[in-house]
């Protein structure tokens, strides 16, 4: 075991408070920008593309600690869960888009409807195992997305097919801070689940999957409903999000409901933050959706990457993911919530340590 | 050196001073305002490289000729104009979030469409919401202007215009054709198309005998040719894709059904349509955006074969400016007509004149309904005659004679 010296401790309150001090930044940087602040003189701290930005970190903050549920504590590799997303942003919005729901009223039937289709995929499909489930479950993402596009009635498209969803634009004061304020809400949700989640018999039960499925089936734990139950958790979370986006986004279509480089993304951040934490998947968001942004060049502060022209900027971005991911597969697989959270210290051990560990 | 020396270097040194000024003043006459920028993110990277690029093009052309000018004129005012571009990776929520940066960040006055409809439907809602006008070129989908949006601007032709114009044609010809089979890819643009025909064609005396749906990027549509075979149709019409149209062309000669017109919606227009079927590709129509053997007068900018020649000159190995190059630098033009019409740089008022706008460039006439597309322009029906490709209607942007009718195939 590793001991825990004073100067860990101190090192870990620093880290804490720095969190709580950038985090309430954020939270409160967009008040800055309502008529009221603005007359009274003060300096405008967040702006229309600040809000966008931020309104994307939250949702990836969502998708990320969602996928940790059945992904980073009951150890399920599921990379079909942008399903979940592209379902919960289709509800909505064909709620609102053909049924004319008001958005509040149809919001909440995303992660409803969701989470039926978990429940209804997870039974025959959480029956699978390691790359099994996990490939699986990219083709029901996949699979979803063709079917929502291609699904005709009498010669027309149900959904709205290739040409996508068009939703009223939400008329409300301060729209940008609204739906910011709105996928923050939804980020606190489900951190707040995880936190219930590790803390429940409910939680043990998957912790207990994740390490020996056979061992927890024999102490009793009902595993078929225990994984499902997660996977549906997972589901709601998500599909909030999607529900969430699409009227936020205005246009779904297949492209951006089911974009399926998200799978990708939302489980590297899981993985760069630290999976079966509470805190770790959406540390993972908050620093890879910036490190994204940067390297497409749309934060507002932005840094020449040396030796690449503008041009390549984009594909450069795609391999300094790739490489990210593979370094922290191998160097840092319980994420950096781990060392950060005060259990162990980054150094050149610890990732000769890692290293061990995930060598075969 | 003498005193005399010096005294000849001041007078050229003021001559020189004095004809910079001249020409100064003759040129523009006015004083330089501030710059006019415009935004546009595009697919400079990923799936939609290639026509993104093309978009980029036109933009350009457009941005050298009028910065070569000065400027746009606004209350005799000449600002110079500069293009923001991102790269948006062809990723319709990356294309949004950098339509909010070039709007809150570099302050874009007015914004330049993306490429393809997904990004266009997503950024129209971005420039509705910041209230800045977006004139775009690549994207035809209806939908988008179906949104009750004022602010976004398409001078392009929309979808259900594509094959009008060749029922438009058949309409003068004689004898008049009478009966239409129509074979239909079932993706939403191309259904879009073949839809306008059903309720097109009747209006002109016309008949859809046979409607016929297959699998977008279908490789064998025989059992389809069979099936327009058996009706005997006088005009047989495909709304789909390159590809596509190959297989029907070599489909009905295999099958010798002879109509009087074969035109397919995409593909007869590029130069693989003619490589892959040789003498078979003649006699074959198509619906496009705009071809470089039009004919319209300009109120304004270059002719036809301006354009074309300025395009080869800024891209050598290009060949001819394909359709998304030219309505690219349409919506350019739309763009600083309405400013100049406005005389100022207020995005309402400029979104106002865009509204207002009724001119004829180039690509033809510019002109939006109360939606903001562009349905005055006709769509141009070209036919390939002795593997060449000829524009032959409408007959006064024409440069040659439709054909008429088909010759049987074993009769070529």
Redesign the interface.
């Known amino acids: 075991m590793i001991v825990r010296g004073d100067s860990d401790r101190r090192w870990r309150r620093i880290f804490l408070i720095l969190g709580i001090v950038v985090a309430a930044y954020a939270l409160l940087a967009p008040l800055t920008s309502l008529d009221a602040a603005q007359s009274a003189g003060v300096p405008l701290l967040a ?3 600040w809000f ?2 931020a309104t ?1 970190i939250a949702m990836f903050v969502v998708m990320a600690t969602a996928w940790n549920i059945i992904g980073g504590i009951t150890g399920y590799a599921a990379f079909g869960n942008v399903a979940f997303f592209g379902i919960g942003a289709y509800t909505t919005g064909m709620l609102i888009a053909k049924a004319r729901w008001p958005f509040l009223v149809a919001l909440p039937v995303a992660p409803i409807i969701a989470t039926a289709f978990a429940t209804l995929i997870g039974l025959p499909l959480l029956r699978l195992r390691g790359h099994y489930f996990a490939v699986a479950s990219l083709g029901v993402g996949v699979a979803v997305g063709e079917l929502v596009q291609n699904v005709e009635y009498h ?1 027309q ?1 149900i959904f ?5 969803l ?1 939703l ?2 939400y008329s409300i004061d301060n ?1 940008g801070l609204f739906f910011f304020y709105l996928m923050v809400l939804a980020a606190g949700i489900s951190i707040a689940v995880t936190w219930w989640v590790l803390r429940s018999r409910f939680g043990y039960g998957l912790i207990a999957i994740r390490e020996n499925e056979e061992a927890a089936a024999v102490l009793g734990v009902n595993t078929t409903a225990y994984k499902v139950a997660a996977f549906a958790l997972a589901a709601a979370l998500t599909g909030m999000a999607g529900g969430i986006f699409s009227q936020w ?3 779904i ?1 297949q ?2 409901a089911f ?1 399926i480089e998200y799978n990708v993304q939302m489980i590297l951040m899981a993985l760069l933050g630290g999976t079966g934490t509470v805190f770790g998947p959406a540390a993972g968001a908050v620093l890879l959706q910036l490190l994204i ?1 940067f390297l ?3 934060l ?1 502060i932005s840094a020449d990457i040396p030796f690449v022209s ?2 390549a ?3 450069v971005a795609q391999v300094i993911l790739g490489v990210l991911l593979v370094v922290v597969v191998i160097f840092v697989p319980r994420g950096v919530i781990d060392f950060f959270g005060g259990r162990t210290r980054l150094s050149l051990a610890y990732l000769r340590r890692s290293l061990r560990e995930t060598s075969l | 050196m003498g005193v005399m020396t010096v005294r000849r270097w001041a007078m050229l040194a003021m001559a020189v001073v004095a004809v910079v000024a001249c020409g100064g003043s003759e040129s523009g006459g006015n004083t330089t305002g501030s710059t006019i920028t415009l935004g546009a993110p595009l697919g400079l990277t990923g799936s939609l490289t290639k026509e993104s690029t093309l978009t980029q093009q036109g933009y350009n052309l457009w941005l050298d000729w009028i910065n070569a000018r000065g400027g746009i004129v606004v209350n005799g005012v000449k600002h110079p104009v500069k293009i923001k571009y991102y790269d948006d990776t062809s990723s319709a929520n990356q294309s949004a979030v950098l339509m909010q940066k070039l709007i809150t960040e570099d302050k874009a006055n007015f914004l330049l469409g993306p490429y393809g409809s997904a990004a266009t439907a997503t950024d129209a809602a971005i420039a509705e919401q910041n209230q800045i006008p977006m004139v775009e070129a690549n994207g035809a989908a209806q939908s988008i202007f179906n949104q009750g949006y004022k602010y976004t601007f398409g001078v392009l032709s929309p979808a259900n215009k594509y094959l009008q114009g060749v029922i438009d044609m058949a309409a003068t010809l004689n004898p008049k054709p009478t009966t239409i089979a129509m074979l239909s890819a079932d993706d939403n643009f191309s259904l879009e198309v073949a839809n306008a025909i059903n309720t097109y064609a009747p209006t002109k005396g016309m008949n859809v005998v046979l409607f016929k749906k297959y699998k977008n990027g279908a490789t064998n549509l025989a059992a389809e040719v069979q099936a327009a075979k058996a009706v005997n149709p006088d005009i047989v019409l495909n709304s789909g894709h390159l590809t596509e149209a190959i297989a029907i062309n070599k489909a009905a000669k295999e099958q010798k059904l002879n109509a009087k017109i074969f035109a397919y919606s995409v593909g007869p227009s590029t130069p693989d349509f003619i490589t892959a079927l040789g003498a078979d590709a003649n006699f074959v129509y198509d619906g496009s955006q705009w071809t470089p053997q039009v004919k319209y007068t300009p109120a304004f900018y270059l002719t036809v074969a301006q354009y074309v020649a300025a395009y080869k000159a800024k891209y050598p190995s290009l060949g001819d400016p394909d359709y998304h190059v030219a309505e690219s630098t349409a919506a350019c033009l739309a763009l600083e007509r309405a400013i100049e019409n406005a005389g100022s740089l207020d995005p309402k008022k400029v979104r106002d004149a865009l509204a207002a706008l009724d001119v004829t460039v180039f690509f033809g006439q510019i002109k939006f309904d109360s939606r903001g597309i562009n349905i005055y322009k006709p769509m141009v029906v070209e036919q390939i005659q002795s593997g060449v490709h000829h524009t032959v209607f409408p007959a006064d942007v024409a440069d040659a004679q439709p054909m008429y009718p088909t010759p049987a195939w074993d009769q070529r």
Do not use: E, K, T
């Open positions: 702006d229309r593309l966008r930005i994307f010669g498209p709205g097919g290739a040409s996508g068009f009223p634009i729209r986004n205005v246009f279509n492209d951006n974009p942004q497409g060049g749309s507002p503008d041009a900027r984009p594909i």
